[in-house]
């Protein structure tokens, strides 16, 4: 075979040709010839001879002028002009005279006066984002100062802006004498660059350390529609549900906030807890201080169905009329129990602001988190469980609720009820095991923890529907309770969608058409607006419930997204009591700011 492999001797006789003509170059002796001088002469330690090569250039180059120009005098005398080389010999005396610090300016022998003030000139680059601070004039000087600076903005990432710095002039305009109003034109007509004369203040707090805070927003906001708010530039609107980072709190008035998951790292002001507390209760009495009477002619008690039902082949549990009484009759006594509240109590109740939450990473096979569904009377709470559970019976179920009566024909233990004795079931109270409960034809009826906890153990994603002033004792880190609440449309809505609505109310299946009055939407509708107030603070989600399929659709998308969301935000609250103390609490939920 004449082939040559790779690897052979061809190759490698290329390979020594090319490394003996490389050592052979003349250039590559003449280099390691250089290199042995520089080790002898670096083997005397030379010392400089002379610390003024600049003065020694210079002379030089005036002796050079006086010879003949010759070609070699011309080089010479152009070397020495050069920039670069006077530079080099600047270098040279600097390191020969070991002048390597800076020439500080010499202090002054007389004392500074004391009404002189240090300023410091800062220059920024205007983008089309604003430069991220506000200003504000100090009553008692009359100065212009920071009022706050944006974190994440162009202004705080400078480093050189802080809160209470003084400003003196913009691009060499004075400030002296003006209102802020009349800077903002200053700064719009700047180009490029916006250049500041800052006094700095006396002490600027270091923020590097500070807790990070993260809240749930428990109302809707648009900055404009604001008319108070400092600079609609720098304001964050955000709607309820969302989740924000508090990054500065100390304004009583306003707060400074990002969105998580928005991708920007500037904040901007939001409202403080204070704030929106005053404005809510300076709108309160116009609402409240004039509650309509309730009519309580017309009232029906409608009997509670102890029974569970069987539809489309599925047996499915707790589709009862909860363990309120009677839909209508618990409707209007809800209503006037709610308008008593209103007079009193409700005046003091601060409305739902921000919740402070925190980062919850779900774990591979832990167990689904619990689905609390509430709202006023005949919102359609009870359909939309119903709905869930015929779509999904191998995913989602109901807690079996105990009793104290006895078992019917066909009725199973464990299936439609847990049978107990009274003894037992009082017990139970006692011991705070019970969510919700009442009685009926002289017999507990009841949801236990322990029900809810033998669905979650099978698997399963249960649904509960009790009264939100119940939510307290399963409000904690055991249960993780997700709350929808779920709220009539506008009364003109609920007058299209509600006066033909069907309810399976009878064993037998009939579907009977019920008709609502004007009292039940009005009295529907304040009823949600109460819950709302009173405990708007622990809902997850809201849905109006206008179009009951459009409501599912939210109910049942909202649903799946919780349950494949890796991260989830969670009260901090949960984080800090046992699941004993969170079912003691009498009402009162901590944990918002």
Not at 123 to 135: C, F, N, Q, R, Y
Not at 376 to 384: A, K, Q
Request: hydrophobic content about 35%; charged content about 30%; glycine content about 6%.
């Amino acid at each position: 075979m004449s082939s040559v492999m790779p690897g052979s001797c061809t190759d490698r006789e290329e390979d020594y040709r090319f490394l003996h003509s490389m050592l052979m170059e003349k250039k590559l002796h003449l280099l390691f010839k250089i290199h042995e001088q520089l080790r002898q002469f670096e083997k005397r330690s030379p010392v400089p001879v002379q610390q003024h090569a600049m003065d020694l250039a210079s002379d030089l180059f005036e002796d050079l002028m006086r010879l003949s120009w010759t070609n070699e005098v011309k080089e010479l005398a152009a070397l020495f002009s050069k920039p670069h080389f006077k530079s080099l010999f600047f270098v040279h005396d600097a390191v020969a005279q070991r002048d390597f610090e800076p020439t500080l300016p010499s202090v002054p022998d007389g004392p500074l006066e004391e009404d002189e003030d240090s300023v410091k000139i800062v220059s920024l680059v205007k983008t089309k984002e604003p430069l991220g601070a506000t200003i504000k004039k100090d009553e008692s000087t009359g100065a212009i100062v920071v009022a706050r600076v944006m974190r994440g903005s162009a202004a705080e990432k400078s480093g050189l802006i802080h809160e209470g710095d003084e400003l003196k002039e913009v691009n060499g305009i004075s400030l002296e004498d003006r209102k802020p109003k009349e800077i903002l034109p200053l700064l719009a007509r700047s180009q490029g660059e916006v250049k500041f004369t800052i006094v700095p203040a006396l002490k600027q707090e270091d923020t590097s350390s500070r807790k990070k805070l993260f809240v749930r927003a428990l109302f809707d906001y648009n900055p404009d529609d604001d008319p108070t708010v400092p600079c609609k530039d720098a304001a964050v609107a955000f709607r309820w549900g969302d989740i924000l980072q508090i990054v500065d709190k100390d304004d009583d008035a306003w707060w400074q906030a990002c969105q998580v998951g928005e991708g920007s790292a500037r904040a901007g002001l939001i409202p403080s807890q204070q704030l929106h507390e005053r404005r809510v209760a300076l709108q309160r009495p116009k609402a409240l201080f004039n509650p309509r009477r309730l009519k309580s002619k017309d009232e029906r008690d409608v009997s509670e169905d102890e029974d569970y039902r069987a539809i489309s082949g599925i047996h499915i549990a707790g589709l009862r009329r909860s363990f309120r009484l009677g839909r209508r009759s618990s409707l209007v006594k809800e209503a006037a129990r709610s308008r008593r509240w209103s007079s009193g109590v409700h005046v003091s109740l601060p409305p739902p602001t921000y919740i402070e939450v925190i980062p919850y990473t779900k774990d591979t096979g832990e167990q689904h988190r619990l689905v609390v569904l509430v709202g006023p009377s005949g919102v359609g709470v009870n359909e939309l469980k119903r709905r869930l559970l015929l779509f999904d019976p191998d995913r989602y179920a109901v807690a079996v609720p105990y009793t104290t009566r006895e078992p019917k024909k066909q009725e199973k233990e464990g299936t439609d009820y847990h049978f107990v004795s009274l003894h037992k079931f009082e017990e139970d109270i006692l011991n705070y095991r019970f969510i919700e409960y009442g009685r009926y034809s002289g017999h507990y009826y009841g949801i236990s923890l322990d029900s809810v906890k033998r669905v979650k153990t099978a698997g399963k994603v249960c649904l509960l529907d009790i009264h939100p002033s119940k939510i307290k004792h399963v409000y904690s880190s055991e249960f993780k309770p997700y709350v929808v609440f779920v709220k009539p449309p506008r009364i003109e809505e609920l007058r299209l969608t509600r006066r033909r609505s069907k309810f399976i109310c009878d064993d037998e299946g009939k579907s009977p058409v019920r008709d609502f009055s004007e009292d039940d939407f009005e009295d529907m509708i304040y009823l949600a607006k109460t819950m709302e107030a009173q405990y708007g603070r622990l809902f997850d989600k809201v849905i109006v419930n206008g179009d009951i399929a459009a409501a599912f659709r939210e109910l049942k998308a909202d649903l799946r997204r919780i349950e494949e969301a890796t991260v989830q935000w969670i009260p901090t609250e949960w984080m800090c009591c046992s699941p004993t103390q969170a079912r003691k609490r009498c009402g009162h939920v901590s944990g918002w700011i």
